[in-house]
């Protein structure tokens, strides 16, 4: 949420800034802007409202010889999208981007009386004010001081205009990396901003005042200590970060999805069985725990709900599950009997992080699901399982959700194969068809006439309910999220029995209902409850397991899913969800990989 980049170095400072925040951009497109500061001294400032393109367009008519800057692609929080509250924002000798909230910007604006000063609304600019009213020519001392004030999460990137080719950053939570490449040095708040310039990187310590210069880059606590910072390896390539040919980065990622499965399975797998000991995880964390808490956010915590179903199904073990903004503000019902299992694609979320804070502090055991290598969330649990789905640049998640399942499904083994509830050979039929997984899904990608055909009941829609029983509505959930988010159609999933209790009352004729039946326990159930929609209209596209014997006036259109196993029906039922939200999409010309008003990695509460 909210990119940032600095670059001091040898080479144009306009341009580079300018490339990596159109790499930058999935973390919000509301404004853009860059700030460079020459060898003199003499500031350069463009920001506009909309996207990295139209600052470009401005900045190449006005094109600035500086090899020191700063850059900053704003996901709105205070103040509307306006090229005033645009970053950077300068204030006398300071300039500065910021990513996070400061949560105390009334107080500090009130008592160092800096209204007169401000010409946005945001919170932003009276960190720049503040800075500056604190400096007396010393960075360090400045920052020191200023971080004592300042309440709420930041990383910041400040010039301050007599110290022309360096940077200063410092942050509290939200996320930034850097790293020393031959064309200079680099800062930025994730690594597809960096990985064109250098392949060794790492994570800025928090509170730690950093500097960057043309030749080096140099850390120093608040005690004045010089720090060594860990150096870590990208593992993924620039072209991963690329579409690759594909019109957007969506389908790439839903076309990734076989790979990205095989990737996080197989080294898991020793003689077919599942094994974290590898990389560190205990057996005990799972012999020892009498209850799971899942905390996560959005599709992170709707694969969490599958996890829930998968879990108490198979292990008898009670999972609750939990939207990790309500849970850090409630009561915690959890100990050191509870294992907490935190999902995050970014490892950056910071209500999850905030709820994994929480659950470390009431005594449970933590683990986390985490697809960013070295992000906060990966670091501050006790344990860590790597999803290995590469970069997901696209807003919505795809390829991210399947891999947390593919987790969810190894734990799934390994528990049972730890507490005697599967043989090895249950335990490895289980893995088999986890495996097997990857080529259903390439196949539901092969073939998706039948999901197209779907986007034509959906598309002049202006709302559409997805219903299912058990784990089909578990999967249901995530499928609405994903219409919703990127077709702005009102999608809704609700629990098919629950219908009745209210939410029929919106069903009319034509109103798409997508329809979940893969599990065959309840299937004659979910089906009464599809009749009931359809006899008010309802136009029913209809998702089931290829050999299920349907009659065919239950549905307007039927989606085969190449699937035996109902555990396993939700790998193909997800990318057929994910295809259906894409194609209806980009069938109505919306921007599918940046949808309206939202970003990537959410760092704000
Ligand atoms: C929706 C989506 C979001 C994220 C959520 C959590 O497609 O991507 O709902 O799942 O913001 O993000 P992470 O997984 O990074 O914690």
Known sequence: MCGIIGYSGSFCAQKILLDGLEQLEYRGYDSAGVALLDDQGELFLQKKAGRVSVLRKACEA??????????HTRWATHGGVTDANAHPHSCGQVTLIHNGIIENYHEI??????????????????????????????????????????????????????RPGQIFCIRNVSPLVAAQGEAGS??????????AHSRSYFVVPEKTVMTLSADRITL??????????????????????????????????????PQAME?????????????????????????????????????????????????????????????????????????????????????????????????????????AIVNVKGSTIARESDYVLYTHAGPEIAVA??????????????????????????????????????????????????????????????????????IGRGLDYAFSLEGALKLKEISYIHAEAYAAGELKHGTIALIEKNTPVIALATQEKIFAKTISNIREVRARGASVILIVKENAQVDP???????????????????????????????????KGLNVDKPRNLAKSVTVE
């Not at 006005?62 to 850059?71: D, E, F, Q």
């Not at 680099?186 to 990985?195: C, P, R």
Request: aromatic fraction near 8%; charged fraction near 20%.
């Open 62 to 71: 006005a094109p600035v010889k500086s090899r020191c800057g700063i850059g």
């Open 109 to 162: 604006t009130a008592a160092f009386g800096f209204q007169d000063r401000l010409h946005s609304e945001t919170d932003t600019e009276v960190a720049a004010c503040l800075l500056d009213h604190l400096y007396r020519g010393n960075p360090f001392e400045t920052l020191k001081k200023a971080v004592d004030i300042l309440v709420g999460s930041y990383a910041f990137c400040i010039l301050f205009k007599d």
């Open 186 to 195: 680099f800062v930025a708040s994730d690594l597809t901003a960096l990985i």
């Open 220 to 257: 120093l606590d608040l005690n004045g200590q010089t720090m060594e910072p860990e150096c870590l390896t990208v593992d993924w390539n620039v072209e991963s970060a690329q579409k690759g040919g594909y019109p957007h980065f969506m389908i790439k990622e839903i076309n990734e999805q």
């Open 263 to 367: 990737n996080t399975v197989r080294p898991r797998l020793f003689n077919g069985l599942p094994d974290f000991r590898e990389e560190g995880v205990e057996d005990s964390l799972f012999l020892d725990c009498e209850t799971i808490t899942i905390v996560a956010c959005g599709t992170a915590m709707y694969a969490g709900m599958v996890g829930k179903a998968i879990i108490e199904q198979i292990l008898h073990i009670p999972v609750a599950v939990h939207i990790a903004s309500e849970f850090r503000y409630d009561t915690p019902l959890i100990n050191e009997k509870t294992l907490t299992i935190v999902i995050s694609q970014s490892g950056e979320t910071i209500d999850t992080l905030a709820a994994l804070r929480l659950a470390k502090e009431c005594g449970s055991r933590t683990l």
């Open 397 to 466: 998640s795809t390829k991210a959700y399947i891999v947390q399942l593919a987790v969810l499904y190894l734990l799934t083994g390994r528990i049972a194969l730890l507490r005697g509830i599967f043989t090895e050979k249950q335990a490895k039929e289980f893995m088999d068809t986890l495996l097997s997984a990857s080529s259903s899904i390439a196949q539901v990608i092969q073939k998706d006439e039948a999901i197209k055909k779907a986007v034509k009941a959906v598309k002049h829609s202006d709302h559409a309910f997805f």
């Open 553 to 587: 006036d239950v549905y307007d259109i039927r989606i085969d899913l190449p699937v035996r196993q109902d555990e396993f029906a939700v790998f193909t039922a997800a990318a057929t969800l994910q295809l259906l939200a894409y194609y209806t999409s980009d069938a």
